[in-house]
């Protein structure tokens, strides 16, 4: 039964998927466009922006999910995970990069924030359960 919910509850976040991959694409065109001529700033900037949209989405909707409980945000989370990673690998094989070109993006001294956007994915659903969870514990 647990699994069951689990499972419902991930696909029940298709709607939150669909808010996350259209402001990626657009975090990239920003990026391409109005953020490069901060030169090496592009790309933390991009990043941190990216991260900070993951987070407001999950804020907002996360608790928007019926029955949902604290486990069940990890397996979500871990779904966004592997999402997130494949379909920028799937965007660097279409390009003709190589597997190990995508492995660069998580090389911190070049700038590329990366490592952080696949670390906010994993983590944002527990972040939006909990702050859902502590916001209504303050009003009590």
């Known amino acids: 039964d647990t699994i069951r919910l689990a499972c419902y ?3 029940g976040s298709r709607k939150l998927t669909a808010y996350i991959v259209p402001l ?4 990239g065109i920003l990026r391409e466009t109005l953020l490069q001529p ?7 900037v991009s990043g941190l922006l990216l ?13 928007r999910i019926p029955g949902l409980q ?3 945000t990890w397996l979500m989370g871990a ?3 592997c999402l997130t990673n494949l379909f920028d690998l799937s965007m660097y094989l279409m390009e003709g990069q190589s597997f190990w070109a995508y492995l660069q993006t998580f ?10 956007v696949v670390l906010t994915s994993l983590l944002a659903p527990s972040i939006g359960f909990r702050y859902t969870v502590f916001k209504s514990a303050s009003r009590t």
């Open 38 to 44: 901060l030169g090496a700033f592009s790309l933390p």
């Open 51 to 63: 991260c900070a949209c993951i987070l407001c989405i999950a804020i907002q909707l996360i608790p």
């Open 107 to 116: 090389d911190l001294s070049s700038g590329n924030l990366w490592v952080l």
């Open 79 to 81: 779904i966004w995970f």
């Open 24 to 27: 990626a694409i657009l975090n």
């Open 9 to 11: 509850n991930c696909v």
């Open 70 to 72: 604290a486990r069940d």
